[in-house]
């Protein structure tokens, strides 16, 4: 098992940036699926980026160039540095691991982004 612990969330104006981290309790080394979905009031949960073992990135087009996502195995914590906020990002953030022969999510961390 792993736990996924988020940090990060808060609110913001438009325009503005915030980073998100997703520390899990074990190593995240060699897990290929990792990274950030996000949910909003009254609408389906849908992903925002994930990143392989590799440090290959993949990005929600929403938020393409707006977001980056990174990873530090080292510290087991995975990141999402979000600029340039619309208030359209306003949601719930899920740090979602697939690895250790199932499917694992943080508890989530509001996003809330004024205009």
């Known amino acids: 098992q792993v736990q996924l612990v988020e940090s990060g969330g808060g609110l913001v104006q438009a325009g503005g940036s915030l980073r998100l981290s997703c520390a899990a309790s074990?190593?995240?080394?060699?897990?290929?699926?990792v990274g950030w979905y996000r949910q909003a009031p009254m609408k389906q949960r849908e992903l925002v980026a994930t990143?392989?073992?590799?440090?290959?990135?993949n990005y929600a087009d929403s938020v393409k160039g707006r977001f980056t996502i990174s990873r530090d195995n080292a510290k087991n914590t995975v990141y999402l540095q979000m600029n340039s906020l619309k208030p359209e990002d306003t949601a719930v953030y899920y740090c979602?691991?697939?690895?250790?022969?199932?499917?694992?999510w943080g508890q989530g961390t509001q996003v809330t982004v004024s205009s």
């Open positions: 074990r190593s995240i080394i060699g897990i290929n699926h």
């Open positions: 979602n691991l697939i690895g250790f022969g199932s499917n694992y």
């Open positions: 990143i392989t073992s590799a440090g290959r990135p």
